[in-house]
């Protein structure tokens, strides 16, 4: 049985889990579905729309499934849905999707920390760690495992790359490939992310081999689909670099930001 305050709201029409506790003045509206396990401290709105898993936690101010800050969105029914084992520190804001891709997705075992904002159509992966205030505009794409750290801002339509470490108050309007540490104004590569790579257990012939392909995709005196092919050529078996030549053929794409340098 679920501990729910008197203090709360939670509309008839709500679907709530076994063993959920429901703090006082939050807010459940209708259309919500939340699993097993899950704790909502005080002060927290989930609105219609939000689809939860189990094992999260949601702290003090959170927002979940407001409508769009999107000019274009007219009311149409989207959906936020977060999965399970997530850390959804105080006054975060999630907001549900648009007619563009009908959902905005967090997966499992993330932390996203005050004050973070993923915008409509967002897509999350799994363990990431997204920091204070950092601010995920609509359509971005964060891949598994990216630590993104303070006052970041991402521009609409980016792609984070998986095991990046993106540095407190960068801001981006291109995307940043995988396994790099990217800092500075305006933003670059500033190498692999080394530190998270070995706390990943990543290999340290692994790490070697994604550098020998990151020296490759950087080299300025080849045209870039000239340097993907050597890639592929170079490691045909390596499924990390498979990962940097697709990411990269799709940022270079007619529809792409194009990654960062």
């Known amino acids: 049985m679920s501990s ?26 209708k259309n919500v579905v939340i699993g097993n396990n899950n704790v909502l401290m005080n002060s927290v709105t989930v609105l219609s729309g939000a689809h939860i898993g189990s094992g999260n936690t949601f ?4 927002v979940i499934s407001a409508i769009p800050q999107d000019l274009k969105f007219k009311g149409e029914e989207t ?10 520190r105080e006054n975060v804001t999630i907001n549900r999707g648009t007619a563009a891709k009908q959902k905005t997705v967090v997966g499992n075992n993330n932390l996203l920390m005050e004050g973070v904002h993923v915008a409509h159509d967002a897509i999350v992966g799994n363990n990431c760690i997204i920091g204070n205030t950092t ?3 609509g359509e971005v794409i964060i891949d598994d495992c990216a630590i993104i750290s303070a006052c970041v801002l991402i521009h609409q339509f980016c792609h984070v790359g998986g095991y990046v470490m993106v540095g407190g108050g960068t801001r981006t309007s291109q995307d940043i490939p995988p396994f790099v540490t990217a800092a500075r104004e305006p933003v670059a590569m500033c190498g692999l992310n080394l530190v998270g790579l070995r706390r990943r257990g990543f290999t340290s012939e692994q790490i070697s081999t994604i550098q020998e392909i990151y020296h490759i995709v950087y080299n300025k005196s080849l045209i870039m689909s000239e340097r993907l092919k050597l890639v592929e050529t170079s490691f045909p078996n390596d499924p990390n670099a498979k990962y940097i030549v697709e990411f990269i053929q799709s940022s270079i794409s007619p529809k792409g930001r194009g990654i960062i340098y």
């Open 4 to 29: 729910i305050s008197p203090l709360a709201f939670v509309s008839p029409e709500a679907i709530i889990g076994e063993n959920c506790e429901i703090g006082p003045f939050c807010y459940i509206d």
């Open 59 to 62: 702290f003090p101010g959170a």
């Open 79 to 88: 959906t936020v849905e977060i999965g399970d084992n997530n850390k959804i």
């Open 135 to 137: 601010k995920v505009a």
